[in-house]
T-cell receptor, first 115, second 112 residues
Framework: GAGVSQSPSNKVTEKGKDVELRCDPI?????LYWYRQSLGQGLEFLIY????????KSGLPSDRFSAERTGGSVSTLTIQRTQQEDSAVYLC?????????????FGPGTRLTVT | QKEVEQDPGPLSVPEGAIVSLNCTYS??????FMWYRQYSRKGPELLMY????GNKEDGRFTAQVDKSSKYISLFIRDSQPSDSATYLC????????????FGKGTKLTVNP
């Protein structure tokens, strides 16, 4: 079946511009996660959505970052006024279980470059 | 001290070698331990999952968790060139936040 898809695969933007990154989770998966992977760094948790519950935003690095999930499916991560330190691969994952999930399926990521 | 420490390598071994990959952690609340494999320019894929302490074997892969030492390992037997990838350990606590805490990953190259 179809896995997690993300678009665009690559994005180059100028400093100060806003960007939107999209994630399509696996159909039927209730949980959706965003992570960031910077050069030389591990994956850094950003935000987690579970059903209709309030999202866990504890990993968002600043108020320039926001995310939404519409209809319990597609999610968009928005970065406003991008900075060079925002350059990274942004990974989305989904999970078939709610709380207690231990198996997350990752998409291929969006490589963001801020010039 | 970071919650999860992982030697980034790189690690280079000949084909057929036994590979040992390790992570240490500081948060005693971690109960779920996972190993992900990530090929270049791809998303991570789950290899092994272990709950609490103990060993788990799946084909050429064995995962071990020693909670008393806060130390986890992944062993790869009869390594193959196709095993060349970055291996990431990940952990999470029971209950509470669903987020995974990852190590930085170890880059492995298996030479034919």
């Amino acid at each position: 079946g179809a896995g997690v898809s993300q678009s665009p695969s690559n994005k180059v933007t100028e400093k100060g511009k806003d960007v939107e990154l999209r994630c399509d989770p696996i159909s039927g998966h209730t949980a959706l996660y965003w992570y960031r992977q910077s050069l030389g760094q591990g994956l850094e948790f950003l935000i987690y959505f579970q059903g209709n519950s309030a999202p866990d935003k504890s990993g968002l690095p600043s108020d320039r970052f926001s995310a939404e999930r519409t209809g319990g499916s597609v999610s968009t991560l928005t970065i406003q006024r991008t900075q060079q330190e925002d350059s990274a691969v942004y990974l989305c994952a989904s999970s078939p279980r709610g709380r207690g999930a231990y198996e997350q399926y990752f998409g291929p990521g969006t490589r963001l470059t801020v010039t | 001290q970071k919650e999860v420490e992982q030697d980034p390598g790189p690690l280079s071994v000949p084909e057929g070698a036994i590979v040992s990959l390790n992570c240490t952690y500081s948060n005693s609340a971690f109960q779920y331990f996972m190993w992900y494999r990530q090929y270049s320019r791809k998303g991570p894929e789950l290899l092994m999952y272990t709950y609490s302490s103990g060993n788990k074997e799946d084909g050429r892969f064995t995962a071990q968790v020693d909670k008393s030492s806060k130390y986890i390992s992944l062993f790869i037997r009869d390594s193959q060139p196709s095993d060349s990838a970055t291996y990431l350990c990940a952990m999470r606590a029971q209950g509470g936040s669903e987020k995974l805490v990852f190590g930085k990953g170890t880059k492995l190259t298996v030479n034919p």
